[in-house]
């Protein structure tokens, strides 16, 4: 359980950098989705159950649904009409 | 843009042209200067224009040095701070003192919840949740505010193409995302409800069981289109839905008030399932109200 | 050294993420990036809380048949960032809202050519 811990902090760390770093958009907020998951399993590793379902629910889901409607609306979406 | 505005209009005229920000001070002596301050050197346009342009570009070399050596001496200092914090996962810690070994012991009898998280949140401090919801019902009326189209504020060719939009994704709709959803939605409602109605005996309530249920509306309305999620949730029922949850919420406060405001007495039976299903209501309308801004700028 | 970290490794990652969340919050220039950012931040001191309650070897704080016999974690830290998931995700949502009405009235997200442009059209 503890070398889990340790992957999952470190992976945090990883995303963390990386997120900002990409150089797509799109890849950025696909990396913070990431980030969110293992946030929640790390949460339910703290033995926090509640905050592990909402986070799912709220970092990995809604959150990155506004991301993407948020880069469609700017065009920063390959594939989408741009006028 | 500037009306004139003069002590004789009436409040509302003036507060309006408050809200408008084109108010002018009754008294403009106090503060509009008489006369400027004469100006020998006027500098020309291509003078002025480059002097803007040098102190831009001198912002910007040396913003980010500035703002590298903030975020490390904060980054450093807090490091130490944390460094000579109790240890992690200690029961002795400071933070495990009376209150939390109160919660725990009295808090399924007091509240009537196993869960100590929803007793605490609903039942001990049922106020900062209420302050809660009532952001979050803020949130959304800001969000409209930013993205809500009217006529106002939208021209021909964005509602064209938001037309067109629509009429291409109704014609070439996602077969993998309709069968998926198709299969996933009932489970998603199912399990929302189940966490939304058993906050007091498992991981759950209204936070966590709102989210779930939010993100079901959401991923019906993405795979099925807007005209059949508007069958069930058009803005009527949207906004009569949102500000339900909230006045039951209040209600049930004000009874809480009445009886002392001494946590929520267990002879009250329902009474934190009622609060749960007031908060999930909430919040499940907030999220799908963000996403119906953000995707159509309607609801 | 190493063990004060190994010992208090949530908090230090916690200390890690907040930075990079307050690097990139003041030096990226995109907008949404900066979002990010925040975002993280908001990550890192969720993270730093709920840590602080936990107890090692504790259970979640669920009072069933079980009466006070196991060790349960403190759950004073898991209601207040519970709530606090949930504000975050709104602010999220405004200042993407707010990023929205940006881009339509500059027509760009990157910092220095909305500096520009909104100066261009001040002059």
């Known amino acids: 359980m503890i070398v889990l811990e340790y992957i999952l902090l470190i992976g945090l760390i990883v995303c963390a950098i990386a997120a900002p770093l990409c150089k797509r958009l799109l890849a950025a907020v696909i990396v913070y989705m990431a980030f969110s998951l293992m946030m929640a399993v790390l949460w339910s590793l703290l033995q926090s159950p509640d905050l592990a379902i ?7 889901g809604v959150t990155s649904i506004l991301f993407f409607l948020t880069l469609k609306k700017v065009h920063a979406l390959k594939g989408t009409h741009d006028e | 843009m500037s009306k004139k505005i003069d002590e004789t209009s009436g409040w509302l005229q003036r507060f309006a042209a408050w809200v408008d920000g084109d108010r002018e001070p009754p008294d403009r002596t106090l503060l509009v200067m008489e006369r400027r301050p004469h100006r020998d050197f006027r500098p020309t346009e291509e003078e002025f224009e480059r002097r803007e342009k040098d102190r831009l570009r001198k912002f910007f070399n040396w913003y980010p040095i500035a703002a590298t050596v903030i975020c490390v001496v904060m980054a450093a200092i807090l490091l130490t701070t944390v460094m000579n914090m109790p240890g992690f996962g200690d029961e002795d810690n400071p933070i495990n003192n009376e209150v939390s070994e109160r919660y725990l012991e009295h808090g399924a009898e007091e509240t009537g919840s196993e869960n100590v998280v929803t007793a605490m949140i609903i039942g001990y401090r049922g106020f900062d949740t209420l302050g809660e919801s009532c952001v979050l019902f803020l949130a ?3 969000v409209m505010i930013l993205l809500l189209r009217d006529e106002k504020n939208t021209t021909g060719r964005e509602l064209h193409q938001l037309e ?21 939605t009932p489970f998603i409602f199912l399990f929302a409800i189940y966490v939304l109605l058993n906050g007091e005996t498992s991981p759950g309530g209204g936070f966590s069981g709102g989210t779930i249920l939010g993100a079901g509306v959401i991923l019906f309305s993405a795979a099925f289109g807007v005209q059949r999620t508007q069958r069930f949730m058009n803005r009527r029922t949207y906004s009569v839905v949102r500000t339900f949850g909230l006045m039951l919420y209040a209600v049930l406060y004000g009874i809480y008030i009445f009886i002392g405001a001494n946590g929520l007495p267990n002879h009250l039976a329902g009474m934190i399932l009622l609060i749960d299903l007031a908060v999930g209501l909430v919040v499940a309308c907030t999220m799908y109200g963000f996403y119906a801004l953000f995707s159509r700028g309607e609801i | 050294m190493l063990s004060d970290i190994i010992q208090n490794r949530y908090a230090v990652t916690a200390v890690i ?29 969720f993270m730093l809380l709920a840590s602080l309650g936990y107890i090692d070897g504790g259970v979640a704080p669920i009072v069933g048949d079980r009466g006070f016999d196991p060790l349960y974690i403190n759950p004073i830290p898991s209601g207040l960032v519970l709530t606090g998931i949930v504000v975050s995700v709104s602010i999220t949502a405004f200042s993407l809202a707010l990023i929205q009405r940006i881009y339509r009235r500059y027509g760009t997200i990157e910092m220095r050519e909305l500096l520009d442009r909104a100066k261009k059209e001040d002059d």
Do not use: C, P, W, Y
């Open chain 1, 54 to 60: 909402t986070e799912a629910a709220v970092g990995a």
């Open chain 2, 140 to 142: 959304v009326a800001a």
């Open chain 2, 164 to 184: 067109r939009e629509e009429a291409g994704a109704r014609e070439h709709a996602d077969l993998i995302l309709q069968q998926v959803a198709k299969v996933l």
């Open chain 3, 17 to 45: 993420l907040f930075g990079i969340g307050f690097t990139n919050l003041m030096l990226q220039q995109n907008l949404l990036r900066k979002v990010i950012g925040f975002n993280i931040m908001d990550s890192a001191i």
